[in-house]
């Protein structure tokens, strides 16, 4: 795995050969702007059907296993 | 600025603060379930809080109006902005990322003032969501570390949440406290969150370092887990003492965070820098930008109330009062100057006004009961001298709980008089004669001796003699 | 195989019925299913009850949709409420959504019967659906070869007249490429114009959901009803549905299309024969066929393999066994994450994390993420001056005809290079569709692109008619 992607990442190295300095990144394929939603409250999905799907669960939450080395 | 440290040795202590904030929505930052505190756990969901496969985020218009009021409360601009992801794994972080802002905030370059004029910067004040929030079992201490399994609630996933990020401009553990309490105030006033410590609704990290004047910042160390005003002064005290102790005893300070222990007292170190990780900022591709259109920010500008800092000048200015005193502040608190502003209106003695409604009126809630004219007239029969001032705490006391009243009738039922001072000069005299002794002891300097005569005049009297006046004869006549 | 236009217009004024209808294309499933593989569920009961009450609606004079009695499959990349999604991984196995994609609630409300979730590439990352979880699909034309990916089962389903139409999502021509290889009709409509709420995401800025049908006309009708403004989509682009049935007998009279003429190499010889074939028959119908240049077309294929896998990384790291999906348990949460992910997510998933992961990361971030953005920039900029003078451009849609199991999955770029014409698309946000125009030298479906601009699709249909007129 290792070495296919450290061929890849020296293939990709083709856009080197671009300059680049004065081009604006494109990070939204159509422009919008100011897509906003009114403050209106929806029911919430049921408790017990999306509970049933979890891994693990225990009196209306979800379990987990302790997050030893983990912070907070 | 210049505020002397507490610290020894020419230390001077840095303080910025990031206080998180929950705002007042109906509805979460990116669904519409509700945002309520409270609730039976995981009643409050849909797919965007649950980060299902599948789900997209839509911003809350009510949301922005409320962090707009904010940053403009605190003085910052208010900017085109965009939001980004922040990743990182944590079972209370439903998409494994955090939708918040980074390089374009909604809020930049503000401040705040706090008492004798110091002027905190505000860095930002940005849109973020809330985690849900993990209970952890088993494990002896209750903490984290050695339990046994967590829960997880997602309610308060996706709670909309701003984030102020002060300059490091906190000098003391008092300024930090006046900063939170002062910042408090503002978000209750302009109604964008509840701001409860005690609740969450409102959440302290604390940036503590310290120097020598002249040269640079130190490594600063980042505090949680304060949960009150009270513990943010004493985390600092505590941090403050700890570091500059490190250092002189030829340590380097770590930057790391650390966890506030109220309990004992101290901070403990929660992760290093070096366990940090790596957010992989990028801009949110299912979100697109937000341009606050100029009259909306002008309409949020104008509807913006007077804030508590106007609302102290104004009041102190008015009554006379210093507006970083404890009367201006309490009664702005309470929201109780309008109340003594009326009770100006209806012809009332503003200083005492003040200090009557301060030191009073603690239960009285925005609209005390004792109508304002009722007041008005009780502060001039004190400053007309017909009641003393013990008299009249009496009939405050009576006027509060009779919830309104006629103060010369009730002051001519208690049998109160001022006595004129023709006739506290005659008291005076006949407490002189009769204790002979203790007129020496006075004399010859001995203070304590007033005690007695004082206690002479009040007794021929019974009760009616105003203590402060009389005193103010003994003295004036002791120094003939 | 019958069209939409004739299903629907018989199961309305009562001459056909949504059963019958079912029930044909139940019993071609029967036949061959378990020879091609393109579903991962069929669900023949639902399906049945879907299509009695649409009958009983009918004799009841209730007015029925656009779609009723449409048989039609869904890429199981969709959320179906109730209804096990799986994207094809062993990760999801077993999930059912609490809720419906937004295009599924549009589908039904159409009349449309669902009859079962197709096949792909594990979370849409592949182009031959070699990558799912659950074994590969077979192109129904030689059931040696691969039907494309990542939409394989969908364009499958199509070609062997399992459902009348299916839905597919594509990234990098994810639709398009296993359409050309199944020879049926893929759309990839303009970003924006389809919800993507409910479609599990892989790339964010570049998932694009569309249709796959046996005819130009019935693309049209479908996307007429999945397409229009979604707010539960904050990249939903605010208009209504497209129009697109009535523009497509208006024939291409005095339009301009143009041909690339720095179009990568690699391509087939007998594919680009077929492309000038294209080219001819536009010609006739009286388009002029114009030269265009794409100088930024040959970075295409390293923008996209940076900026897809990058997002990807992200819109992935949900999967970590606490709320769905399948967990590995283990004493500590570190430890249940990785030994969950492990063995959850397949090669390439876990290739693409990987490359994503290291694309976003510090130091990192300019050198790779951020110059991709740029270079999608520069292609967008590069399609823009081209379509300054043409309405519509062709090329291929894949470099070869469908290649055989295992040919390519040694070499992960090798893979890639099968999307090298149609993720140009994906980056700028425009739509492109490929129709069936002929086979290759094997005799395997070729596919011919069009290509418009940003809300072009109404060209690029017209475009698609005459070819299809032509073929």
């Known amino acids: 795995m290792t070495s296919q992607l450290s061929g890849m990442l020296e293939h990709f190295r083709d856009i080197d050969a671009l300059n680049l300095a004065d081009v604006e990144p494109m990070t939204q394929p159509y422009p919008l702007k100011n897509v906003l939603r009114e403050d209106v409250v929806a029911p919430s999905l049921d408790r017990d059907e999306v509970l049933g799907q979890a891994p693990a669960a225990e009196s209306g939450r979800f ?3 302790p997050t030893i080395g983990f912070d907070v | 600025m210049s505020e002397v440290s507490a610290l020894p040795n020419g230390w001077q202590l840095i303080v910025g603060l990031e206080v998180h904030v929950e705002l007042a929505t109906k509805t979460k930052m990116f669904s519409a379930s509700a945002n309520r505190f409270g609730d039976e756990p995981n009643t409050n969901i849909d797919p965007v809080t649950l980060g299902l496969p599948g789900a ?44 918040t802002q980074y390089d374009h905030p909604l809020n930049v370059d503000g401040h705040l003032m706090l008492p004798g004029d110091v002027r905190i910067g505000i860095e930002r004040a940005h849109l973020e969501e809330d985690t849900g929030k993990s209970t952890h079992f088993g494990g002896s201490s209750g903490r984290i570390h050695g339990s046994d399994y967590s829960l997880l609630d997602y309610n308060r996933a996706g709670v909309p949440l701003v984030e102020i990020v002060s300059r490091p401009d906190i000098r003391t553990s008092e300024q930090a406290r006046q900063y939170v309490a002062e910042l408090r105030s503002i978000l209750l006033a302009v109604g964008a969150s509840d701001a409860k410590m005690e609740e969450g609704s409102m959440r302290c990290d604390v940036n503590v370092s310290v120097h020598k004047p002249g040269t640079p910042f130190g490594t600063r160390c980042e505090i949680k887990n304060v949960n009150s005003i009270r513990s943010v002064g004493r985390a600092i005290d505590y941090e403050s003492r700890r570091q500059v102790d490190l250092i002189e005893s030829g340590g380097t300070i770590r930057q790391e965070t650390r966890h506030w222990d109220d309990s004992t007292g101290r901070t403990e170190t929660l992760r290093t820098k070096e366990d940090a990780d790596d957010y992989r900022y990028f801009l949110e591709p299912d979100l697109v930008p937000l341009v606050p259109d100029p009259a909306w920010i002008e309409a949020v500008r104008a509807a913006l109330p007077v804030l508590p800092a106007a609302r102290r000048k104004a009041l102190a200015e008015l009554c006379g009062v210093d507006k970083d005193g404890e009367s201006a502040i309490v009664v702005v608190e309470r929201g109780q100057d309008d109340y003594v502003r009326a009770v100006i209106a209806a012809g009332g003695d503003a200083r005492r006004a003040v200090i009557y409604v ?38 405050l006391t009576d006027l509060i709980e009779s919830g309104g009243g006629d103060v010369v009738a009730m002051a001519a039922k208690r049998g109160f008089e001022a006595l004129d001072t023709g006739a506290l000069e005659a008291m005076v005299d006949a407490a002189i004669a009769a204790e002979p002794g203790a007129w020496q002891k006075y004399c010859a300097g001995e203070e304590k001796a007033l005690g007695a005569l004082v206690g002479a005049i009040m007794k021929s009297s019974k009760g009616k003699a105003d203590g402060k006046a009389a005193t103010a004869i003994l003295q004036s006549k002791r120094s003939k | 195989m019958q069209k939409l236009a004739e299903i629907v217009a018989g199961v309305s004024n009562g001459t056909l019925t949504a059963s019958a209808v079912l029930e044909e294309h139940l019993k071609r499933i029967s036949a061959r299913e378990s020879e091609i593989h393109a579903f991962n569920l069929v669900t023949a009961d639902q399906a049945r009850l879907d299509a009695a009450k649409i009958d009983n609606n009918v004799k009841s004079g209730i007015k029925v949709g656009a779609l009723a009695g449409v048989p039609i499959a869904l890429k199981d990349n969709m959320c179906t409420r109730g209804v096990e999604t799986t994207c094809s991984s062993k990760i999801l196995q077993g999930w059912k959504p609490p809720y419906d994609a937004t295009v599924v609630t549009k589908l039904r409300n159409a009349g449309a019967v669902i009859v079962g979730k197709t096949n792909l590439d594990e979370f849409a990352m592949g182009s031959s659906t070699e990558n799912s979880a659950f074994g590969p699909t077979k192109n129904p034309h030689d059931i040696a070869r691969v039907p494309g990916g990542s939409s394989g089962g969908s364009a499958a389903a199509v070609a062997a007249g399992f459902a009348a139409a299916s839905l597919g999502s594509d990234t990098g021509g994810s639709i398009r490429q296993p359409a050309a290889l199944c020879g049926v009709v893929g759309v990839k409509p303009t970003y924006g114009t389809v919800s993507r709420y409910g479609l599990v995401a892989f790339a964010s800025s570049l998932d694009q959901i569309g249709p796959f049908t046996s005819d130009v006309r019935d693309a049209a009708t479908l996307l007429e009803v999945i397409s229009g403004h979604d707010p539960m989509d904050s990249t939903s682009i605010p208009q209504s549905a497209l129009s697109l049935v009535s523009v497509l007998e208006q024939g291409v009279k005095g339009m301009r299309i143009g041909r690339v003429t720095d179009l990568p190499e690699g391509c087939e010889p007998d594919v680009l024969t077929r492309l000038e074939a294209a080219f001819d028959a536009l010609r006739n119908a009286g388009a002029t066929i114009v030269d265009v240049k794409l100088p930024s077309l040959q970075y295409c294929l390293t923008a996209y393999y940076l900026i897809a896998p990058a997002e990807a990384s992200s819109n992935l790291a949900r999967y970590d066994g606490v709320r769905y999906g399948n967990r590995v348990d283990a004493a500590d949460l570190n430890a249940m994450y990785a030994a969950t992910r492990d063995s959850g997510f397949g090669e390439e998933v876990k290739r693409r994390i990987m490359l994503g992961t290291y694309a976003l990361s510090a130091g990192y971030y300019d050198a790779y993420y951020g110059k991709a953005l740029k270079v999608r920039r520069l292609i967008s900029d590069d399609f823009a001056r081209a379509y300054k003078d043409v309405d519509t451009i062709l090329t291929p849609t894949s470099p070869s005809t469908a290649f055989e199991f295992g040919s390519k999955t040694d070499n992960p770029l090798a893979m890639y290079l099968c999307d090298v014409f149609t993720i140009p698309t994906n980056l700028a946000g425009h739509p492109a569709m490929s129709v069936p125009f002929g086979v290759g030298a094997d005799s395997m479906p070729v596919g011919i692109q069009v290509l418009a601009s940003t809300l072009g699709e109404q060209a690029m249909f017209k475009v698609a008619a005459e070819l299809e007129r032509a073929s």
């Open chain 1, 63 to 65: 379990r987990v296993p």
């Open chain 2, 56 to 99: 997209l985020p839509v911003l809350n218009q009510h949301a922005i109006e409320l962090a707009m009021r904010i940053g403009l409360a605190l003085n910052c601009k208010v900017q085109p902005c965009t939001f980004h992801r922040k990743n990182y794994f944590y079972p209370d972080l439903p998409k494994a990322y955090q939708i």
């Open chain 2, 358 to 395: 301060q030191q009073a009126f603690a239960e009285q809630g925005v609209t005390p009961k004792v109508p304002a004219k009722d007041l008005a007239a009780l502060t001039i029969l004190e400053r007309d001298a017909k009641v003393t001032s013990t008299q009249a705490k009496t009939l």
